[in-house]
């Protein structure tokens, strides 16, 4: 079965082929001929992921596609970045800037609310508890489907780590309290990621219909 991932990062790609398994070919939009970037305008999450599910079966005759958009959420920062995670510091899409960015705004966030706390107010603690969330968007046959999946941590103080990208040096997974996600291995990521997750639930629902 010939499907296009809403892609150009070629670690998506493979990733989103290996969970699919046997009997998938999995295409980027540059291989079906578009080189333009895709528009993402939507306020949520699964407003990205649809439109840019859409863009591709719109543009590519009507074939099986699906897209997926990811945010960071931080309960300190209201759920911010979230659906402005790749350009919460600007449309460069920047991640060493965007990193800088959130790490600026939690500890100013910190600081507010200890000094209300300094002058009498009841302001409860900072937390640095977080999540990234995915949300893909299938288009099987012309009819929508949504998977979610969703990867629980906190926010580390400072970087650490070599591996993954975007905020992973600054995330720490439920799963590995004493790692960020740059520190572990791709498959460990694998295991315990929200794209993971929302690609399985898709996976196991594509294989349901064959």
Do not use: W
């Not at 949520?44 to 897209?67: E, V, W």
């Not at 291995?185 to 997750?197: D, L, P, T, V």
């Amino acid at each position: 079965m010939k499907i296009v991932f809403s892609t150009g990062n070629s670690g998506k790609l493979r990733e989103a082929s290996e969970i699919l398994g046997r009997g998938f070919e999995l295409v980027s939009p540059a291989q079906m001929g578009i080189q333009e970037d895709i528009p993402e305008t939507g306020n949520t999450l699964k407003d990205n992921s649809l439109q840019k599910a859409q863009y591709i079966y719109d543009h590519c005759g009507g074939i099986d596609c699906f897209a997926d958009d990811t945010g960071l959420e931080v309960d300190i920062l209201g759920g911010a970045p979230g659906v402005h995670s790749a350009r919460y510091a600007g449309e460069s899409k920047n991640f060493n800037a965007n990193t800088d960015k959130l790490l600026a705004e939690m500890a100013r966030r910190e600081m507010e609310a200890s000094f209300a706390r300094e002058m009498g107010f009841n302001t409860p603690r900072a937390t640095r508890k977080a999540r990234f969330r995915t949300v893909v968007t299938l288009i099987l046959d012309g009819t929508k489907h949504f998977f979610e999946g969703i990867m629980n941590g906190r926010i580390a103080v400072q970087r650490a780590g070599k591996g993954g990208f975007g905020y992973d040096p600054v995330f720490i997974a439920d799963e590995y309290p004493m790692q960020t996600v740059a520190e572990i291995s791709e498959e460990q990521k694998n295991a315990i990621s929200h794209r993971g997750k929302a690609m399985r639930a898709m996976a196991d629902f594509l294989h349901s219909k064959k």
